[in-house]
T-cell receptor, first 111, second 114 residues
């Protein structure tokens, strides 16, 4: 069935460092892909999405490109801030009714 | 619309008691999902509805759990004979079929079973 594999954390970076969180997926067809973020003490919220191959989703300085050839959707940010400290989830393709968020990647940014 | 709402936000109960949670999705959303999240883990899928039909239920879900969405709007999740292992955050999300299946999450109901 459809699934995602996400880089495990935790990840600790200094402020202004470059961030990459890897995510690869297996899916039948070409589903939409999502990154969700959960800030401390809060619920999940959508960070960005891409709805077709080669699409780039972006929000709050984060980017992810839907790479069909490598089946990847890696999350990147050029310069992280302390306020980016959160848990990031590469959300599963929703085709085939498979719903699995995994453990996410915890990011801590230190000043 | 202010988004997905859940009630109550917190529930403390004694082992063996029944509890019921309510989720109100975004009004035009026809899909509704329930997840459970424990500390340090991602959301674990429990079940989902399309309109009033329950289309899928996790194979790992105990028979003590039941969910309904009688009119295709709000949903309830009931846990019977609660156990300490049921302590978790219960999350509800909704989406609109055909809108790239983006899920909007509610704030969750935190259950503590003593």
């Amino acid at each position: 069935g459809d699934s995602v594999t996400q880089m495990e954390g935790p990840v600790t970076l200094s402020e202004e460092a470059f961030l990459t969180i890897n995510c690869t997926y297996t899916a039948t067809g070409y589903p939409s892909l999502f990154w969700y973020v959960q800030y401390p003490g809060e619920g999940l919220q959508l960070l960005l999405k891409a709805t077709k191959a080669d699409d780039k989703g972006s929000n709050k300085g984060f980017e992810a490109t839907y790479r069909k050839e490598t089946t990847s959707f890696h999350l990147e940010k050029g310069s992280v801030q302390v306020s980016d400290s959160a848990v990031y989830f590469c959300a599963p393709p929703l085709s085939g009714n498979q719903f699995y968020f995994g453990t996410g990647t915890s990011l801590t940014v230190i000043p | 619309d202010t988004g997905v709402s859940q009630d109550p936000r917190h529930k403390i109960t004694k082992r063996g008691q029944n509890v019921t949670f309510r989720c109100d999705p975004i009004s035009e959303h026809n899909r509704l999902y329930w997840y459970r999240q424990t500390l340090g883990q991602g959301p674990e899928f429990l079940t989902y509805f399309q309109n009033e039909a329950q289309l899928e239920k996790s194979r790992l879900l105990s028979d003590r759990f039941s969910a309904e969405r009688p009119k295709g709007s709000f949903s309830t999740l009931e846990i019977q004979r609660t156990e300490q292992g049921d302590s978790a955050m219960y999350l509800c999300a909704s989406s609109l079929v055909g809108s790239f299946d983006e899920q909007f999450f509610g704030p969750g109901t935190r259950l503590t079973v003593l």
